[in-house]
């Protein structure tokens, strides 16, 4: 008898989450005046701060001021100069657009370099290849590698393609390792 009890009490709490009845005597009852105590968001949040865990870090407010300490990028291509200016804009656009885990209190310096940037035609198809590293001061680095194919005839567009596409990788995850180092991920 007990056991029976039992379940259909159970039958009745998983009812009343699920938004339904066990019963039809009990339809008219709501469903959150049904829940017991412990499922109320405040009970939920006291339970978390009982078991032992850390309540989430909060990121403070404001975007921190991100410098760019150096920029290596290869001289052997040709445009080399407007394709670091490219670069540099692209860097100041996703630098913007991660978050760092840092108020406007901080700041964080990077560094950045393309290691890699070689160019292959075969017939009417060009070929880059892309190796880009960044780093962040106490040794922590982020790497991105590349092969992207396009047209020759566009051939400035697809190399700044590619460079965007590693420039975005690399920050993303300098990003990811500064919020980690600040508890935050």
Not at 14 to 34: E, F, I, K
Not at 59 to 70: A, K, S, W, Y
Not at 75 to 98: I, Q, W
Request: charged share 30%.
């Amino acid at each position: 008898m007990a056991q029976l009890m039992r379940l259909s009490s159970r039958a009745f709490w998983v009812g009343c989450a699920l938004g339904c009845s066990a019963s039809p005597g009990l339809a008219a009852a709501p469903a959150s005046a049904a829940r017991p105590a412990s499922t109320t968001p405040s009970a939920r949040a006291d339970s978390r701060l009982s078991s032992g865990k850390a309540p989430e870090a909060k990121t403070p407010e404001g975007r921190p001021e991100v410098h760019l300490d150096r920029l290596d990028f290869p001289n052997h291509v040709a445009d080399s100069r407007t394709l670091r200016l490219h670069l540099e804009r692209v860097l100041k656009r996703e630098v913007r657009r991660v978050e760092w885990g840092a108020g406007r209190d901080n700041r964080i310096e990077y560094r950045f370099s393309v290691t890699k940037l070689d160019l292959a035609v075969d017939g009417d198809v060009l070929e880059v290849s892309c190796t880009a590293l960044g780093a962040l001061p106490g040794g922590r680095t982020a790497k991105s590698q590349l092969t992207f194919g396009g047209a020759a005839s566009e051939r400035q567009r697809v190399v700044k393609q590619v460079l965007e596409i590693v420039a975005r990788g690399v920050i993303t995850r300098l990003a990811q390792l500064e919020r980690r180092r600040r508890g935050l991920d």
